[in-house]
Nanobody, 118 residues
Framework: QVQLLESGGGLVQAGGSLTLSCAASGSIFSINAMAWYRQSPGKQRELVAIVTTCDNTNYVDSVKERFTISRDKSTVYLQMNSLKPEDTAVYYC??????????????WGQGTQVTVSS
């Protein structure tokens, strides 16, 4: 069974940096898009960044020029620079995974807390 394991969250001061990673384990045929979402208390989960199989990327406006998403085989990363208190949230990775040609599933990581202090 494929699982996503996240790491890299924590507490950082405003202006600091963190790198999140999310590794897929298990028997994988291929992975399409990989993405990071975040959710703050009382808010809906929002898409932060996405990277396609062709390494095309897209970001929510609030993180452009500060965050960078990248992928390496079955691992997706989120480099976060110039962090702001409003970036505080639980961050979730998301991968569109094929177990086989006919078995496609969307997987979520367990979530990792990012807290930015002012």
């Amino acid at each position: 069974q494929v699982q996503l394991l996240e790491s890299g969250g924590g507490l950082v001061q405003a202006g600091g940096s963190l790198t999140l990673s999310c590794a897929a384990s298990g028997s994988i045929f291929s992975i399409n898009a990989m993405a990071w979402y975040r959710q703050s208390p009382g808010k809906q989960r929002e898409l932060v960044a996405i990277v396609t199989t062709c390494d095309n990327t897209n970001y929510v406006d609030s993180v452009k020029e500060r965050f960078t998403i990248s992928r390496d085989k079955s691992t997706v990363y989120l480099q976060m620079n110039s962090l702001k208190p409003e970036d505080t949230a639980v961050y979730y990775c998301n991968e569109d995974v094929f177990y086989s040609v006919r078995d496609r599933r969307v997987l979520w990581g367990q979530g990792t807390q990012v807290t930015v202090s002012s």
